[in-house]
């Protein structure tokens, strides 16, 4: 195993780590604040006082579309939207240092152009799909990364260093998510 592929594998443990995430309190990220609330089943990102609620019907159609990006066990509309909304967050802090453009606009808060909102959904989605297809995981860790940034407003050198950013990054949020929520 050479050093790259020792990074994405700590890369993916630390970032399915990231997803079991914590119901019924407010996670603290650095630009926004994440609720999941289990008893109205429903989602909520605070960006600076601009509230974004998420809500999915639990119908045929988007049972679906979980499906289709591999979630197949109890509840997978609502496990689908809870990691759905949280990964808009965490990847846009983590990759780019910023809230998330999507959730920020939907919130009212801020305008963002179309194309960069869809390179931010394509991105998520892609990071879900990642997260449960284990087996190929490798793989697709690097496909996603270079679909997602090619034609990007992004200066990529390799996806070498984007890895090695996640890595760094990911720990660091982690430990601070951690540690506030033992207070
Ligand atoms: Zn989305």
Redesign the pocket.
């Known amino acids: 195993m050479n050093r790259d592929e020792v990074n994405r594998t700590i890369i993916f443990d630390e970032v399915v780590s990231i997803t079991k995430i914590p119901t019924n309190q407010i996670i603290e990220l650095k630009y926004c604040q994440y609720l999941v609330d289990t008893e109205n089943r429903s989602v909520c990102t605070n960006i600076k006082g601009y509230f974004c609620n998420a809500f999915r019907e639990d119908d045929a159609q988007n049972r679906t579309e979980a499906n289709s990006q591999g979630y197949f066990d109890e509840d997978p509309v609502w496990k689908s939207l809870v990691e759905?909304e949280y990964l808009?967050s965490l990847i846009s802090e983590l990759l780019y240092d910023r809230p998330s453009l999507?959730l920020e606009t939907e919130s009212g808060g801020k305008f963002h152009p179309s194309w960069l909102r869809y390179q931010e959904?394509a991105l998520?989605i892609g990071v879900q799909y990642l997260l449960n297809h284990d087996e190929n995981r490798d793989e697709l860790w690097t496909t996603t990364f270079k679909l997602v940034f090619e034609n990007s407003d992004l200066k990529i050198i390799g996806v070498d260093w984007l890895v090695d950013q996640c890595k760094f990054r990911i720990a660091d949020l982690w430990s601070r998510i951690e540690k506030d929520s033992q207070i």
Request: glycine share 0%; charged share 20%; no cysteine.
């Open positions: 759905h808009h999507v959904e998520v």
